[in-house]
């Protein structure tokens, strides 16, 4: 009996700290989430009206801020949705570049969405394994070129928890592809509408990973004879196909279709 108020008191230790230690984000990622909005800011100059909620009050919970996401239980940004957030469509000269150190204090996030942004690659944009609990990133509608060190393939190689990955309407050439084989959990590959030309071997989509089942190529410049028989080899059928199939020529995926190939049961 003697222990019941200590208990008590335990309980309602517990109590507070859940509703006014997990009240706010973590103060490093709300700093974090500042200096995001000033790179947009510089980018959009004085006509900027993007992310408006995000304050420097401290007092402001900024799990709480437009395009954010936290954990209800660890207060950690775990979503980024940071599309289309560029207003001025004409590029600076040489072009913005993504800096990904920016992202360096979100050690939980799972959801990263940059697209639509018109950035470039850039020598800096160097580490993407700082995010090693990324599942989905989406850089879709950038200016990201063939020799963007996203390429690097130990980097890559430590996102072994990306399921999907967008790099639609960019400027990757046919290197990419051996780039994200390294990605161990990924399901999802959108690379269309990028610089990617010529013929694509077996051994090219061999090598991507065995549990991939969705793969978009459609609106590159890829030519020569369609393996198909590898999709719908042991390890994928194929899954669906939109368009006029007369022959397994590339022509028809980029002018009609995508190939979504699915692993087997």
Not at 85 to 98: D, Q, T, V
Not at 140 to 169: P, Y
Not at 254 to 262: C, D, E, M, S
Request: glycine share 6%; with cysteine.
């Amino acid at each position: 009996m003697g222990s019941l108020p200590m208990n008590c008191l335990l309980l309602a230790f517990t109590i507070l700290l859940q509703i006014n230690g997990f009240h706010g984000c973590i103060e490093e990622e709300r700093r974090g989430l500042l200096e995001i909005k000033t790179c947009f800011r510089l980018m959009n100059g004085e006509e900027d009206t993007t992310l408006l909620s995000w304050i420097h009050r401290k007092e402001n919970n900024c799990c709480n801020w437009e395009r954010v996401m936290c954990d209800p239980t660890t207060s950690r940004v775990v979503e980024l949705d940071l599309n289309n957030l560029r207003i001025l469509k004409l590029l600076a000269p040489g072009g913005y570049f993504l800096n990904v150190s920016l992202f360096s204090p979100f050690k939980e996030i799972r959801i990263l969405d940059l697209s639509g942004n018109y950035w470039w690659s850039s020598a800096k944009t160097t580490d993407l394994s700082t995010l090693w609990n990324l599942e989905i990133l989406d850089l879709s509608n950038n200016e990201f070129e063939g020799n963007l060190s996203l390429q690097d393939t130990t980097s890559l190689s430590k996102l072994r928890k990306l399921e999907h990955l967008d790099l639609g309407r960019n400027h990757f050439n046919k290197p990419i592809l051996k780039s994200v084989s390294n990605l161990k959990a990924f399901k999802f590959l959108s690379l269309q509408q990028n610089e990617m030309e010529g013929p694509i071997s077996n051994n090219e989509l061999d090598s991507l990973n065995k549990e991939l089942e969705v793969l978009i190529l459609i609106g590159n410049q890829l030519a020569g004879h369609l393996p198909i028989q590898e999709l719908k080899g042991p390890r994928y059928e194929q899954e669906q196909f939109h368009g006029e199939r007369a022959s397994n020529n590339w022509a028809h995926v980029l002018a009609y279709g995508t190939i979504i190939g699915k692993k087997r049961a």
